[in-house]
């Protein structure tokens, strides 16, 4: 079985606060040819001096960007010949199917700032109306968070460069797990309950991502 190093394929983005202070925002991958840099809007807006940093740490100036007028999505160029490509998956994204995504975390270790490798895997847990028909497009939520730094990281089918989207934020909700209420001799009520918050990753598809790609070439 052939495995790609997808940690490759996904470079973080920095912005420089100066001197010599970088700042990690998130992430970003390349798609097409010539490839296009693809995040997040709200990634790269209100950057300063927004690069990203290839394998070998070397970090390139993020150049004409174009934010999407509607969805959190932004593309842009880097003058580098270090970016491999990922892929958009060809076929409707229905709900159980199974997706993974890798990503940054930004830690602290040994007081110096230090950017982590992240691997998640979950499935599609809802899809946009008539998203069958109209594959690749709109917001779809995932069975596990967007962690803090996950924001521009393809999600994509394991172990190939085929992407099915890009994460970037959370759907929050929540359940109780436990609730009782009384009524006290004063005719008080009180009540007590227990809640679980459940963050659900949501992704832009595919096409939406290809279609404003195509629409600045």
């Not at 997808?6 to 097409?32: A, H, Q, R, T």
């Not at 990203?52 to 174009?66: G, H, V, Y």
């Not at 609730?179 to 227990?194: A, P």
């Amino acid at each position: 079985m052939t495995y790609f190093d997808v940690s490759k394929m996904i470079w973080p983005i920095l912005d420089n606060l100066g001197d010599g202070n970088l700042e990690y925002l998130g992430c970003c991958f390349f798609v097409g040819s010539p490839p296009k840099l693809v995040t997040c809007r709200h990634i790269l807006e209100g950057a300063t001096s927004a690069t990203a940093q290839s394998p070998s740490d070397k970090n390139f100036l993020i150049e004409n960007i174009k934010f999407h007028h509607k969805l959190d999505l932004a593309i842009a160029d880097v003058r580098s010949s270090e970016m491999q490509i990922f892929k958009p998956l060809s076929c409707p994204l229905t709900m159980g199917g199974e997706l993974v995504a890798n990503a940054y975390l930004k830690d602290m270790i040994k007081d110096s700032k230090s950017i982590l490798p992240h691997f998640s895997k979950g499935y599609i847990t809802s899809t946009p109306l008539g998203s069958f028909l109209n594959q690749g497009r709109g917001v779809y939520n995932l069975s596990f968070p967007s962690l803090a730094g996950y924001s521009g990281a393809p999600v994509f089918v394991f172990n190939t460069t085929h992407f099915a989207g890009m994460l970037i934020g959370n759907h929050e909700s929540s359940i109780t797990v436990f609730s009782h209420s009384e009524v006290d001799d004063d005719g008080k009520k009180w009540e007590e309950k227990t809640v679980r918050v459940i963050d659900e990753g949501i992704f832009i598809g595919y096409n939406d991502i290809m279609d404003f790609i195509t629409q600045n070439i």
